[in-house]
């Protein structure tokens, strides 16, 4: 057992590279950069995360072996030892949060399911996950709140007053009351994701348990991929593809929901018509200018975190099939 952690944490590692690396439109990778995060605030991330993901790892072992219950898996905690390594110290650019939030169940649930039965699988996955995120508490929600204040997200976010409630302003990370209105009211990690559902797809993603990235996006990926060789291609394609499905979170926090689902039916529109297939250099190009005009206002980084999670998906497959 002492070597899966340690061969799943290179895994995660090695798929954090592999997404910013592929020249998805409208990211940073590693020939285009933005005005203040650039391809080695990416490189940094991912292997300042290590010590993180190896013990989400660790601990996921140990849970798929029997020998520690769900709720001694402490997600919260293990959220912010990974932002206190990326966040804290050489690196002070956000640029890895959302994978963060994904990756550390991911990790901890297939290392469980690989650690049980020697190989990846999406059902022995989303057992696990489905019995970890349930048992939550709310010391876990205060962690991940630390983590959130590390991160230190920039910008205005935009807040949809059709969907934007009393409720969410109450642990929104900007009130300064958060804190005490999570101990005031319980609120453990699944309740936190399940009542932002609606107006945070990661979130919407923790209260599924991972089926959207588990049943969807990761097939789609790994139908294009056969190996590291193809893999690039494979990503970029995916990424498109996924933009065309749901409109982008960041985007939507950015701008709005009305441009989200405008760049979202322009996405659409290049499956639909199989123009990747035809001149996928000459629409790439294009998608790509158009999601970086207005100072990167529409840069789809929610869909790149649900393709990282994806990858990390198939070299799983690949390591553990």
């Given at each position: 057992?002492?070597?899966?952690?340690?061969?799943?944490?290179?895994?995660?590692?090695?798929?954090?590279?592999?997404?910013?690396?592929?020249p998805k439109p409208g990211n940073v990778n590693r020939l285009r950069r933005f005005s203040d995060t650039g391809y080695r605030h990416f490189m940094a991330s991912a292997s300042l995360m290590g010590r993180g993901l190896h013990e989400c790892a660790l601990r996921g072992a140990h849970l798929g072996k029997l020998e520690i219950q769900p709720s001694e898996i402490r997600l919260g905690e293990l959220i912010h030892q990974c932002a206190k390594d990326v966040f804290g110290g050489l690196n002070k650019r956000n640029t890895i949060l959302g994978t963060i939030l994904f990756y550390v169940p991911l990790v901890v649930c297939a290392a469980a399911a690989i650690s049980s039965d020697?190989?990846?699988?999406?059902?022995?996955?989303?057992f696990w996950l489905k019995k970890v995120i349930i048992s939550t508490t709310v010391e876990d929600t205060i962690s991940m709140y630390k983590s959130f204040h590390l991160a230190n997200p920039a910008g205005e976010m935009k807040r949809e007053s059709t969907i934007w409630t009393d409720v969410?302003?109450?642990?929104?990370?900007?009130?300064?009351?958060?804190?005490e209105n999570i101990q005031e009211d319980q609120l453990t990690l699944i309740d936190l994701f399940e009542l932002s559902a609606d107006v945070e797809p990661i979130a919407k993603e923790w209260s599924?348990?991972?089926?959207?990235?588990?049943?969807?996006?990761?097939?789609?990926?790994d139908s294009l991929v056969h190996d590291l060789e193809n893999i690039e291609e494979g990503i970029v394609r995916t990424f498109v593809w996924l933009l065309s499905i749901q409109p982008d979170g960041?985007?939507?926090?950015?701008?709005?929901?009305?441009?989200?689902?405008?760049?979202?039916?322009?996405?659409?529109?290049?499956?639909?018509?199989?123009?990747?297939?035809?001149?996928?250099?000459?629409?790439?190009?294009?998608?790509?200018?158009?999601?970086?005009?207005?100072?990167?206002?529409?840069?789809?980084?929610?869909?790149?975190?649900?393709?990282?999670?994806?990858?990390?998906?198939?070299?799983?497959?690949?390591?553990?099939p």
């Open positions: 057992m002492t070597d899966i952690p340690w061969s799943i944490t290179s895994l995660a590692q090695l798929a954090i590279l592999l997404e910013v690396s592929s020697s190989k990846f699988t999406v059902d022995k996955t989303r969410h302003d109450r642990f929104d990370i900007q009130n300064p009351r958060v804190y599924d348990y991972f089926e959207l990235t588990l049943t969807k996006v990761f097939p789609h990926l960041l985007i939507m926090k950015k701008v709005g929901i009305q441009k989200a689902v405008e760049i979202q039916q322009l996405a659409a529109t290049i499956i639909t018509e199989g123009k990747l297939d035809s001149d996928s250099d000459e629409i790439l190009s294009e998608l790509d200018h158009i999601l970086r005009s207005d100072g990167n206002q529409l840069n789809p980084g929610t869909t790149a975190d649900f393709i990282s999670a994806a990858i990390l998906c198939k070299l799983f497959t690949l390591t553990y």
